[in-house]
């Protein structure tokens, strides 16, 4: 299972950190990924990390703003979210599975999802 935590309140040009960590003793899948769904909007691709190597990928809107990283000594990944903006503001989730390369960005590749935390960015 996956748990999403740090989500919270933040002004404009703020930052936070969310953090997913996955029970077990090891992380049994290949890709990490975090999404975002807005109210009335689909779900959108941020960025997936490659659990072997830490590679990474981001979707366009949050390139050069958002940092993925993972910690595999504890299953644990990490969202930096720095330069928020007001359009940031949804709930987001973690999730595993085991994409190929071409497929990070597609949420059908992710098997196993964590519940959500909100993220509010205020104007």
């Known amino acids: 299972q996956l748990q999403a935590s740090g989500g919270g309140s933040v002004q404009a040009g703020g930052s936070l950190r969310l953090s997913c960590v996955a029970s077990?003793?090891?992380?049994?899948?290949?890709?990490m990924g975090w999404f975002r769904q807005a109210p009335g909007k689909e779900r959108e691709f941020l960025a997936s990390i490659r659990w072997r190597d830490g590679v990474t990928y981001y979707g366009s809107s949050v390139r050069g703003r958002f940092t993925m990283s993972r910690e595999k000594a504890t299953n644990r990944s990490y969202l930096q979210m720095n330069s928020l903006k007001p359009e940031d503001t949804a709930v987001y989730f973690c999730a595993a599975g085991n994409p190929v390369l071409s497929a990070w960005i597609d949420e059908r590749g992710y098997r196993n999802w964590g519940q959500g935390t909100l993220v509010t960015v205020s104007s």
């Open positions: 077990g003793r090891t992380f049994g899948y290949n890709i």
